[in-house]
């Protein structure tokens, strides 16, 4: 058969229903290409055959041999259809049982040749095995399922793992070939990296494991070379091209504000407020920096310095979030850091106040899809004439549609900035960019900056100010589950509130979800039947998560049973426990930034780490956080124990990084990649030249994926 162009869509490879499109669409597959870079969670090893002379209870095995019997027969009370077969080898045989799957009875015939892997069982006295995967050997068809190195990959409802494996063969047989190799042969020489249709057959049906490893790193060396040319490429082009504003402030504005707080700012966050002024007092290119710090550590007062000083030059600034509820809680903690200072104009959406050496008084508002038509115009109108210094809102509304005639500043949280600076919706293209500041909880190692920022400058809060209270955390080992929950009803009905985190289930967001939804349903049944529990995971329309967490917030809710991916950057002074399910499946810098939900308030919190786990790493790694409270420790502990609970975790909306295949525990491609993408974008930063047309669509698809995860 012709090879298919990868391009074409997955319904080229065969005939398929809606049904089976919907779903791979689910999958993120829409094109064939799609469909092979749909990689493996991970490999099962079925290539071992044993003779089913050497079967026995209890042990897994793969068996190849002929079918000598197949028939269907009725079981249960329900008239289950049951397939029942014989496999035969030269030194046995042995019983098969598919419940549920009678049809097999139909499509399987005496005399197939098979091979078959399952766990070995006694049954009626014989051995048998129930529900084995299998598949018919012909010389046109080698075996998928069994007999081999099998790749298992996240499903979706309704998509078994048969049916998907069958279509990733026949996208590796018919169009891997086809795709044509971006890297130029020198470089793949350079790097010791193998051929790209080498790469996608070996990532999905590899001979050992050892292929499957060369496969994944060529798959995301590719990744990490799109990125590295994404990041380095806005670099030299905003160090060359982009023209920003000179904010000419006015430093006893900033200064009165700092001074007039009811608390001294810290160091760290003193030196991160100079870095940043001298960004936008510098105007070209316009500053383009990330501001990291810890939950808590006060990343809004550095921005709102910046505010000010873009105000006292009569320039807007807007601050992004992803949620209403973030957008929400970022209105009240400017409305708080403002307390001190008089404050003439007081309406739910807009706040004003006077400050120290500024002649009008600073106005700021907050912009939501919840926010009601009559303040919206006024907000819109108020924004549009010049008069609101800060508008808040989340991401989607800000960039369509609102006029901000004098933006010098947008800030926005970091999983954003591949959208922030491309949208120039901001402003139109070739005026000058307005200033852009990132922001992120997410403790990045000093090892990891250059590869993951290597497009910002990075400013670092790395104190927390004092009296941040030091949240108790623990271990709890299974067999003390029921005083775990007796500890949380106490501090219910002490007044306080808790979270509950779901563990990660790997096989799909979809099994997540259904683990939320069952565990709700215990908690609130049998464990808390007389307390309220409430339910947030990442399948909720973006309304109903806003619902869930105001509830929460506002202490409609005793207890908040949550997946991981779930938005975690709301503050809630009230909750004073935060118990994770399973906490070994996660990185210790998720499991912080967790940790970093409760203790918001005067009352004293608690971290409680619920964990099955009976390894000795998992149990150091958990005995870390114990000890450690520093989220940039606990980071470079994370890396070194190659806990692959990823750096960025789920990032805070819960959505995936920026990087699929590649992790960042793949320190040496990370700096190889950055070295040939720094040599790409010297000779050829438009990567304009024929020899880079590859890598360019490369870079292209990688910041259309990214693009299009941003604006979901």
């Known amino acids: 058969p012709n090879p298919i162009d990868p391009d074409q869509p997955v319904s080229a490879l065969r005939r398929m229903d809606g049904k089976t499109v919907q779903r791979l669409e689910q999958l993120d597959v829409r094109t064939v290409r799609d469909l092979l870079y749909t990689l493996p969670r991970r490999h099962d090893d079925r290539a071992d055959i044993a003779s089913i002379a050497d079967l026995y209870p209890g042990g897994t095995f793969n068996v190849e041999g002929q079918l000598t019997d197949i028939r269907s027969a009725n079981v249960g009370q329900r008239r289950l259809q049951l397939a029942e077969g014989v496999l035969s080898d030269d030194t046995g045989q042995i019983e098969l049982q598919w419940f549920g799957q009678g049809y097999l009875a139909r499509s399987l015939k005496p005399g197939n040749h098979m091979v078959v892997s399952g766990k070995v069982e006694i049954h009626r006295g014989r051995l048998s095995i129930s529900s084995p995967e299998y598949d018919v050997i012909t010389p046109r068809q080698p075996p998928l399922n069994a007999g081999r190195i099998t790749p298992v990959y996240r499903l979706t409802q309704g998509m078994t793992a048969r049916n998907l494996r069958s279509l990733t063969w026949l996208a590796v047989t018919r169009s891997a070939g086809a795709i044509t190799d971006p890297l130029p042969a020198d ?99 316009p500053m383009s920096r990330l501001l990291q710090g810890e939950v808590g550590s006060g990343k809004t007062l550095v921005a709102l310095a910046a505010i000010l000083a873009a105000a006292s030059a009569h320039r807007q600034s807007a601050l992004m979030a992803p949620t209403e509820v973030l957008a929400e809680q970022h209105f009240r903690t400017v409305s708080q850091l403002l307390e001190g200072f008089d404050q003439p104009l007081q309406q739910p959406n807009i706040l004003s106040a006077y400050l120290p050496n500024l002649p009008r008084p600073f106005t700021f508002g907050l912009l939501t899809g919840s926010t009601r038509a009559a303040p919206r115009r006024e907000l819109l109108r108020m924004v549009a004439e010049g008069h609101l210094d800060l508008l808040i809102g989340t991401h989607a509304l800000i960039q369509d549609g609102v006029e901000l005639p004098n933006l010098s500043l947008a800030i926005a949280d970091e999983q954003h900035r591949f959208g922030v600076e491309q949208r120039s919706a901001l402003r139109g293209e070739g005026e000058e960019q307005p200033h852009s500041l990132m922001m992120s909880a997410t403790p990045i190692p000093r090892t990891l900056q250059l590869t993951l920022y290597g497009d910002l400058d990075i400013s670092t809060i790395d104190e927390l100010p004092p009296g941040r209270q030091e949240i108790l955390t623990r271990v709890v080992p299974e067999d003390k589950r029921r005083a775990a929950y007796g500890f949380v009803r106490q501090q219910v009905a002490a007044g306080r509130q808790a979270f509950v985190i779901c563990p990660l289930v790997e096989e799909s967001d979809k099994l997540d979800v259904r683990a ?12 808390f039947p007389d307390l309220r529990v409430g339910l947030m995971h990442g399948r909720l329309a973006s309304r109903e998560k806003d619902k869930v967490m105001r509830q929460f917030r506002d202490a409609a809710l005793d207890i908040l049973v949550a997946t991981a991916v779930v938005e975690v950057g709301i503050d809630v002074p009230n909750a004073t426990v935060m118990l994770i399910d399973g906490a070994d499946r996660f990185g210790l810098s998720q499991l912080h930034q967790f940790r970093g939900r409760v203790g918001r308030g005067e009352h004293k919190s608690y971290c409680l780490l619920m964990s099955e786990s009976e390894s000795e790493r998992a149990a150091e790694r958990l005995s870390a956080l114990e000890s450690t409270r520093d989220g940039f420790k606990l980071a470079e502990i994370d890396l070194q124990m190659r806990h692959e609970g990823d750096i960025f975790g789920t990032t805070q909306s819960g959505d995936q990084t920026v990087l699929r295949i590649a992790n960042v525990f793949d320190q040496d491609l990370l700096a190889i990649a950055r070295q040939e993408a720094a040599g790409i974008i010297e000779a050829d930063p438009e990567l304009k030249h024929p020899r880079h047309a590859g890598i360019a669509a490369e870079r292209n698809r990688f910041l259309n994926r990214v693009q299009a995860h941003i604006s979901d």
């Open 516 to 527: 939320a939804i069952d565990e709700h349903k215990r908690l609130s049944e049998e464990v």
């Open 187 to 285: 470089m793949l020489q350079r790097t010791g990296l193998v051929a790209l249709p080498n790469a996608i057959r070996d990532v999905h049906y590899p001979t050992d494991s050892a292929a499957a490893d060369r496969g994944r790193r060529r798959l995301a060396f590719d990744e990490i070379l799109a990125f590295q040319l994404a990041i380095l490429g806005r670099r030299h082009h905003r160090e060359r091209n982009a023209v920003g504003l000179p904010i000419k402030y006015h430093a006893p504005t900033v200064d009165g504000f700092l001074s007039g707080l009811p608390f001294t700012p810290t160091a760290a966050q003193l030196r991160c407020v100079a870095e940043i002024l001298a960004d936008m007092g510098r105007g070209s290119p």
